[in-house]
């Protein structure tokens, strides 16, 4: 059916990935239960909005990517799905904050299979933000290469070192450079 029905549905808006590196992303669920004009509840059917998947999420992305516009950020789109990364931003910097994306290339050279990539995910865990910025101070000052472990003040292990591309960036990560 289409047309006057209305869906339940709750997003929730995270700020972190699992390992805990900076990845602005929401989550949608959707209920699968719609009010018609008349005032019932029904099944929702689906199959349009599971085909439809792809295009929702490029939409998504596209109205992130112009939030992130909006407050001053440049924007350099990097596949034909919507996905970005913003200006400026160096390619060490990216890449330190990328940890998922590295365990996941790595467990693919192993030939490690996608289920038991979904098994050994970190768990979801809350954070002070505060620590946790303080965390991403040090890491986005200091390049892969060259690193050693610290702890913040807050007991938050990280990963740092010394490199100046990462340490303007980290300076002011409005500017490009």
């Known amino acids: 059916r289409t047309g006057g029905q209305k869906m339940v ?11 805990l590196d900076p990845q602005l992303h929401t989550h949608c669920v959707i209920a699968n239960m719609v ?19 792809m ?6 992305r596209a109205g992130l990517a112009e939030g992130l516009r909006e407050l001053g950020y440049g924007i350099d789109k990097t596949h034909a799905d919507g996905c970005f990364e913003i200006s400026g931003v160096p390619r060490d910097v990216i890449e ?12 693919a050279r192993t030939g490690t299979p996608p289920r038991a990539t979904l098994m050994t995910w970190a ?9 946790l910025h303080e965390t991403w101070q040090l890491q986005a000052r200091a390049p892969r290469s060259n ?8 007991g938050v292990s ?3 070192g010394t490199g100046r591309r990462m340490q303007r960036w980290a300076a002011n990560p409005r500017r490009s450079h």
């Open 35 to 53: 009010q018609g004009g008349n005032g019932k509840w029904r099944m929702m059917v689906n199959d349009g909005l599971y085909q439809q998947k």
């Open 123 to 131: 768990a979801k865990r809350d954070m002070d933000k505060v620590a």
């Open 158 to 160: 990280t990963t740092v």
């Open 9 to 19: 549905a709750a997003t929730f808006r995270h700020d972190t990935s699992r390992n």
């Open 96 to 107: 330190a904050f990328s940890t998922r994306r590295a365990a996941s290339a790595r467990r």
């Open 55 to 60: 295009t929702i999420g490029t939409i998504y």
């Open 147 to 154: 690193t050693r472990a610290v702890s913040t003040s807050h």
